[in-house]
Nanobody, 125 residues
Framework: QVQLVESGGGVVQAGDSLRLSCAAS????????MGWFRQAPGKEREFVAA???????????NYADSVKGRFTISRDDAKNTVYLEMNSLKPEDTAVYYC???????????????WGQGTRVTVSS
């Protein structure tokens, strides 16, 4: 049984930083593409960042334009965990953040097979 469990969300002020974690179990994490998505109230789920397997494309990354330069995705295959380091947070980053696992690098939520339950991030101005 595949499980993805996010943690690290919270309430912060604009300009602060947060690090989200997603611990995976139940499948071959090291060969998976891992992504982060977010969903704000009343909006569709949107792509944030993704990282390929280290054994393919050396853990290449891809970011949404809205977070490029502020967010960093990384993975630790020894811990079956993917991270999202978020710096210079803005009120518009407020959302529930979800991690997802799949087989190919994509910005489409439908391309991912497994999802976590989400962790809420609130950024106050």
């Amino acid at each position: 049984q595949v499980q993805l469990v996010e943690s690290g969300g919270g309430v912060v002020q604009a300009g602060d930083s947060l690090r989200l974690s997603c611990a995976a179990s139940g499948w071959t994490f090291s060969s998976a593409v891992m992504g982060w998505f977010r969903q704000a109230p009343g909006k569709e789920r949107e792509f944030v960042a993704a990282i390929t397997a280290l054994t393919w494309n050396s853990g290449g990354t891809n970011y949404a334009d809205s977070v490029k330069g502020r967010f960093t995705i990384s993975r630790d295959d020894a811990k079956n965990t993917v991270y999202l380091e978020m710096n210079s947070l803005k009120p518009e980053d407020t959302a529930v953040y979800y991690c997802a696992g799949g087989r190919k690098l994509s910005r489409r939520p439908g391309s991912y097979d497994y999802w976590g339950q989400g962790t809420r991030v609130t950024v106050s101005s």
